[in-house]
């Protein structure tokens, strides 16, 4: 998720470290916030990979700055993670909402939908975070817990309200366009 969020921030434009890391906690940090010591060394790790470079930049004060960029190589990296996501990335809610804010640059809307047609997949398949004895998932209706029922109704809420942008947006991907080129929308 964080390689994916760096890549992502970076491909629109260079960014410096704290400008990258403001973005990142404005995107996932609520539920996962990214620390320095997590931010850092995967940026050093996608330097030495060559998928982002560093230009150093006059400061304000008498210290350089230093700005990322991405490389060739990092765009590539980019829409090939975007267009092929591993299975957690279509599984894991906030993995997959870090997907979706840079789907956009995967500029086919095909390819846009097989992503989103994978997590619609995903969603529709039974699945609890509780099951009975005999492996079935177990509802909200018949959860006596009422902590348990909770979580189970907001889940289902929310997972109602995803399966239905899905389909809207999915059906906007396969529908003819009116812009010149034939892009997408």
Known sequence: ??????????????LHGYELKSRITGLTGHVRPVSDGAL??????????????????????????QTLELTAEGRSELLRRLADPEQGDITDQIRFFTLVAFLHQLADPPRQAAVLRRRLAFLEAPSSFFYDGEGRPITAEREPNPFRRGMLLVAHASGTAERAWLAQTLAALAAP?????GEGR
Do not use: H, W
């Open 1 to 14: 998720m964080l390689t994916l969020a760096i890549l992502g921030f970076l491909y629109d434009q260079p």
């Open 40 to 65: 850092y060394p995967a940026i050093s790790r996608l330097e030495k990979a060559s998928l982002l470079r560093r230009r150093t930049e006059p400061g304000t004060g008498a210290v350089p700055r």
């Open 177 to 181: 366009t009116d812009r010149p080129g």
